[in-house]
């Protein structure tokens, strides 16, 4: 099993503070959670499985970085991620999507981490074999002499193996040095029958119709085709199909479901609207009714999925909701006790955008600058330009619909529109943009409040 990353609260803390501005309660939180499942595979076995992980509810508005804490912790811990939206859940009986899916989706995603890990681990074995099987069609070895033929004895024959093995060598040379690459080889590709059949599955029964897709693909007699392609091309697919074989697949899979039981991370989205009870009546979803689905998987149970049974008792659950018109006390009382841990995440003020826009490693302006350097392009922002664009996002925040930092993505693409759209064209290859030009660009927007509703 992959091990935690045994970084401390403080060290995951400074991790996150690279990519998300402000939000030190959540941080402190979720660093303490993830710390938390360290301690516990240092613990004695006996009183291992007794601890549960301490599941956290964010509540805050959108665009604060909700999703983005939980995405980042989960790349810090190398652990299998999922983000599920809880409004897209169904009770039991009615058509929609299964609560159990998304332990499915975990563990595919498991499955991929390990299978990585196992690729990586084999990489250099695949590629002395897939080397081997290139040479193998590009120098064929010799035929073998008939009986009787003139040339016989033993000189003869070693003479002409010293000859075909320093022609290898050579061959291998010129593959190394990428001499070759343009060369065009044929290879026998298998290829997945084309013609499937379709299952139709809803509910519950999706996983079914999942396996019973695989089931008849691999009953369905797989073709080998014969292609020209280049030995570039050739060397790649080569590489993946050797490492394929050197994986045993039964293996990554008890890895992987170790790796899901154990580290697993699931965020779930919109919490908030599955809260409140209403009595309403007739054949309808409920909220409530999907809450307790939800529930037994939260508070630990099995999950039948195609690569065997997962225990959910250890994953950590991260739920988060604006909580706008419900609040967390609406959610039932057992599914509330689940989520001990909750904290609140602060709007964004315009000093957060400033921050936002220049201090993350992965910030808007460092993207924008780099997409732009692409096309021989060399843009600069002056200071007063991204205070601009700052204030026009937290008035439009507070005129509009309040959706945080994703405004600033709307207001940077409209910004950028022109320039982005004449890149290719452009002569001049040094831009600035100043106050000035970012006024220009979005003062009639943000004058006309209906059509800024639309735009930005």
């Not at 033993?154 to 040379?173: L, Y």
């Not at 396996?211 to 030995?231: C, F, W």
Request: hydrophobic fraction near 40%; aromatic fraction near 4%.
């Amino acid at each position: 099993m992959t091990l935690l990353n045994p970084m401390t609260p403080r060290e995951i803390v400074s991790e996150l503070d690279k990519y998300i501005i402000g939000q030190s309660k959540a941080k402190r939180a979720v660093s303490i959670a993830l710390r938390n499942r360290w301690r516990r595979q240092q613990v004695d076995k006996s009183l291992r499985d007794e601890i549960a992980p301490k599941n956290i509810i964010m509540i805050g508005p959108t665009g604060v970085g909700k999703t983005e804490i939980a995405r980042r912790l989960a790349r810090l811990a190398n652990a299998p991620f999922i983000k599920v939206e809880a409004s897209k859940f169904t009770e039991v009986g009615y058509v929609g999507k299964d609560v159990e899916s998304m332990i499915r989706e975990l563990m595919d995603y498991g499955v991929k981490i390990v299978r990585e890990e196992e690729q990586a681990r084999v990489q250099v074995r695949a590629q002395e074999l897939a080397e081997e099987r290139l040479l193998d069609i590009l120098l064929p070895p010799l035929p073998k002499k008939r009986p009787g033929s003139v040339v016989s004895g033993e000189e003869a024959v070693k003479g002409e193996k010293e000859e075909q093995d320093n022609a290898r060598e050579k061959m291998r040379e010129l593959l190394r040095g990428g001499r070759l690459d343009d060369r065009v080889v044929e290879l026998d590709l298998t290829s997945q029958p084309t013609h499937m059949i379709e299952v139709i599955s809803a509910g519950g029964l999706e996983d079914l119709g999942m396996n019973l897709r695989e089931m008849l693909g691999s009953m369905m007699p797989k073709s080998k085709k014969r292609r020209k392609i280049k030995v570039s091309e050739a060397r790649v697919i080569l590489i993946q199909d050797e490492a394929s074989r050197l994986i045993d697949m039964d293996e990554v899979i008890k890895k992987a479901i170790e790796l899901v039981e154990q580290n697993g991370i699931i965020f779930l989205d919109e919490v908030d609207k599955i809260a409140g009870r209403e009595g309403g009546h007739g054949p309808e979803v409920s909220r409530e009714g999907v809450q307790r689905d939800l529930l037994p998987i939260v508070e630990g149970s099995n999950v039948n999925t195609k690569y065997g049974i997962v225990k959910t008792d250890h994953i950590l659950f991260i739920a988060a909701g604006a909580f706008h018109v419900s609040k967390p006390s609406d959610l039932i009382p057992e599914f509330q006790g689940r989520f001990p841990i909750r904290v609140e995440l602060d709007s964004l003020t315009k000093d957060d955008f400033l921050r936002i826009l220049l201090e993350p490693k992965n910030s808007l302006v460092k993207q924008c600058k780099a997409l732009l350097k692409t096309e021989g392009l060399t843009v600069e922002f002056s200071k007063d330009a991204v205070l601009e664009m700052c204030e026009f996002a937290a008035l439009v925040n507070s005129q509009t619909e309040n959706i945080g930092a994703r405004r600033l993505h709307t207001i940077m693409e409209r910004v950028l529109d022109e320039i982005s759209f004449e890149a290719p064209e452009r002569s001049c290859k040094e831009i600035l943009v100043d106050g000035k030009y970012v006024r220009e660009r979005l003062r009639d927007i943000v004058k006309d409040k209906d059509l800024s509703r639309y735009i930005l």
